[in-house]
């Protein structure tokens, strides 16, 4: 095995690197200075952690917030790797040993701001030691076109001349191809080759909703996930406060994170967070970069985000382990108008038509009926060519259409009778007849346009000319009043030579995804109580243990013994020896308890199941052919639980008809698949599959082949 393959077995637990990690890792080795984009969950971290363990010497790594360096270094010592950081929140005497660790060469990876590393005598301090690599994490935060630019990370375009020899990486999840181009420039990189990972994170599901008493929607949607981890973002301090106390009285574990808390407040809050002390936070935009827990399962914007960057970042605070997670974003045009105002106080007119400008662009991404990984990725220059994402609303869900060519001739004509001078409000007043005084001065109450759209209300007028502009018959044209023009395609329709399909008013209720039902959901929970045990003891949060992948995977093949348990993903030596003995001991007295048995390498027999009292009740509704929806409403648990007793009842013997529960079409394509790779494990058949079925789906189906198999 290759020193780097070796290195990450043995202290990140993992046979194979995700894109793109590996060939940054190879030019770092090499001493090559590079430019990293990869997306939230993509690993960044691994780029320049790894090579700390080949190179002779410190890796130094440039980080914008406390907490982060807290959170990245916890998780390298849990690995087995000598990390420190420096910064404001440790003493000097804490200080003054980490720099007497890295004169006698005992720590691999330094982690510090921008604004330390650049103080003169530390720069010096440095400039003494053997210093194999530099990373700048976050690199977008140097870029005056980046959305959380830091001045100063400016003052790092001087580390090629202090370090000239020294490769630099710089790393960055968010970055249009200005920004991009912006950093290599600042950091004056030599030669960089660029990387750039998908920005696709195809387990996160995106939904926008007009809000209609939001906190009503997002009660509905909270129902059942109380153990669940999620984030959600309101504009100002007050309304996270507000919101978090009322979830607080309906019995969720909330607390509100923003700018206006005491400094230890917040460090406690997040440190809560993180260890799963409380599963939401309800956070202004203050809550930011320095979240890297794993097992985040939503993220909800309550009110609208100022631009796509700041959403894709938040965004990808969810699902980091790779598994299904929520975005949703409760819109309302009226939060245009308070982030306009916050626009409006900045002084700069550059920096101004800039906001405006990507503030358009997000409203424009929750008001198109298009794909929304679609409209997201190409934002930032990655070209989508699937017609059907099957993981975003208007995919999932596809909004109705009418014939509306009548609905744009009208629209269309009254641009025109206005001479193009007018915005899409003055619009929708004149078509529904108003005549307020702006109308009457201007004397457009006298036009053939005025009153000809009574049918609809101004409201959906409005909704069908912003869609006409995403369509490409209208255009929009100004900063903070912007007004409407014709195009070329506009003036046919205007001439009666072009057809249009307009989209009919949506329903606002969320769509609900289905847990991941493939596994033992009670092992789950137990495994999860110990890792949360063994976490407050050792002070670090959960996930720096095992992600909820790994606790997934060890709820799905049940491991007897150390060489099983090794399989396990993110089980590296380190990791091995420390928990090894603890989760095998309630794994293996779980399946002793539950007379249940893992299934052998290579064979296609199934655990022989014990009908429990529970599964006794979900099989009382199962023979009424009830829905898996309605059991779970029925019985109070999520779908995911009863999924699992489904199939645990169909291996134990019961007949169960799984063509009421999964579509015989999908049966077949399902089954085919796993007759080509086996059936031992989910994940590759839900990989060869994709998003045409779902894990609870093949889990059933597997479920029944098995128990078919056994049977003959």
């Known amino acids: 095995m290759d020193p780097t393959h070796h290195a990450l077995q043995k202290y990140f637990g993992y046979t194979t690197f995700l894109p793109l990690q590996e060939e940054v890792i190879r030019d770092l080795l090499l001493k090559k200075d590079a430019f990293v984009l990869m997306p939230t969950g993509g690993g960044k971290s691994l780029c320049y952690q790894l090579p700390s363990l080949l190179l002779d010497g410190v890796t130094i790594v440039v980080s914008p917030l406390i907490a982060l360096m807290k959170d990245q270094v916890d998780a390298l010592k849990a690995n087995g790797i000598a990390a420190a950081h420096i910064n404001s929140s440790l003493s000097y005497d804490k200080i003054r040993n980490v720099k007497l660790d890295l004169a006698d060469n005992m720590i691999s990876v330094l982690y510090v701001a921008p604004e330390r590393l650049m103080i003169p ?44 020899q020294v490769p630099l990486v710089a790393l960055t999840a968010t970055a249009t191809s200005r920004v ?22 195809k387990n996160l599901f995106y939904q926008v909703k007009p809000k209609d008493n939001a906190y009503h929607q997002l009660l509905q949607y909270l129902e059942g996930r109380k153990n669940d981890s999620g984030i959600i973002y309101c504009y100002s301090r007050k309304s996270a406060d507000d919101l ?48 890297d827990k794993s097992n985040v399962r939503f993220v909800i914007h309550y009110d609208l985000p100022k631009n796509l960057e700041t959403y894709y970042q938040e965004t990808g605070r969810a699902g980091r382990d790779g598994e299904d997670s929520d975005c949703i974003i ?7 108008r308070k982030i306009s105002y916050f626009i409006e106080q900045k002084d700069d007119e550059k920096e101004k038509q800039i906001a405006y400008k990507k503030l358009r662009d997000m409203v424009d991404f929750c008001e198109s009926g298009s794909c929304r990984r679609k409209i997201l990725l190409e934002y930032f220059g990655e070209t989508y060519n699937e017609t059907n994402c099957g993981n975003c609303d208007t995919c999932l869900n596809p909004k109705e259409t009418i014939d509306g060519t009548i609905l744009a001739q009208k629209i269309v004509s009254c641009v025109s009778q206005i001479d193009e001078r007018f915005g899409i409000n003055y619009i929708a007043d004149i078509l529904c007849g108003s005549r307020i005084q702006k109308i009457i001065r201007n004397h457009h109450d006298t036009i053939t346009a005025h009153g000809t759209g009574k049918e609809y209300s101004k409201k959906q007028w409005q909704s069908f000319a912003r869609e006409l502009v995403q369509l490409g018959y209208l255009l929009s044209e ?21 057809k249009v399909s ?64 090794r399989t396990i993903g993110g089980v590296g030596e380190h990791k091995l020896e420390k ?28 655990p022989t199941e014990t009908i429990t009292s529970t599964m006794q009740e979900t099989l009382k509704l199962c023979k009424q052919e009830l829905a898996i929806k309605e059991i779970a409403r029925k019985r109070k648990l999520t779908t995911g639980t009863i999924v699992s007793h489904i199939g645990k009842l169909i291996l134990s013997g019961e007949k169960i008809n799984i063509d009421k529960l999964v579509d015989t079409a999908k049966q077949k394509h399902i089954t085919g698949v796993m007759s080509i790779i086996g059936s031992e494990k989910l994940a590759p058949i839900k990989d060869e599959l994709g998003d045409d079925c779902t894990y609870e789906e093949i889990y059933l189906v597997r479920a029944h082949k098995l128990m078919t198999h056994k049977t003959r």
Not at 330 to 336: E, Q
Not at 483 to 488: D, E, N, P, Q, R
Not at 517 to 523: I, K, Q, R, Y
Not at 580 to 597: A, M, P, Q, R, V
Request: hydrophobic share 35%; with cysteine.
């Open 244 to 291: 978090a106390n009322k979830l607080q009285k309906e019995g969720y574990r909330t607390l509100p994170y923003h700018a206006g808390l005491k400094s230890t407040v917040r460090t406690e809050t997040q440190d809560k967070f993180i260890k799963d002390d409380v599963e939401i936070i309800v956070a202004t935009v203050a809550f930011g970069m320095g979240i």
């Open 478 to 498: 100004g900063d903070q009043y912007p007004i409407i023009k014709l195009t070329s395609d506009g003036n046919k329709v205007l001439s009666g030579t072009k």
């Open 579 to 606: 928990y090894g003995e603890l989760f095998l001991e309630k794994i293996t007295s779980y399946c002793k308890d539950h007379n249940t048995k893992p299934k052998p390498a290579g064979t296609h027999n199934p």
């Open 502 to 565: 307009l989209t009919k008013p949506e329903e606002t209720k969320i769509i609900q995804k289905n847990a991941n039902g493939s596994f033992d959901h009670d092992l789950f929970e137990i495994l999860r109580s110990l890792r949360k045990q063994l976490a407050d003891d050792a002070g670090m949060p959960p996930y720096v243990i095992f992600h909820d992948s790994s606790l997934v995977e060890m709820a799905t093949n049940f491991p007897q013994n150390r060489s099983d348990f």
């Open 330 to 336: 409760f819109f309302s045009r009226s939060d245009i």
């Open 180 to 201: 991009q181009e912006d950093i290599i420039t600042q950091l004056k990189l030599s030669n960089p080759k660029t990387y750039k990972a998908s920005f696709n994170r």
């Open 121 to 164: 005598d530390f720069l010096s301090a440095l400039k003494r030691l053997n210093v194999s690599l530099i990373a700048i994490d976050e690199a977008h935060c140097i870029s005056e076109w980046g959305h959380d630019f830091r001045p100063g990370y400016r003052q790092l375009e001087v580390l090629k001349e202090h370090f000239p």
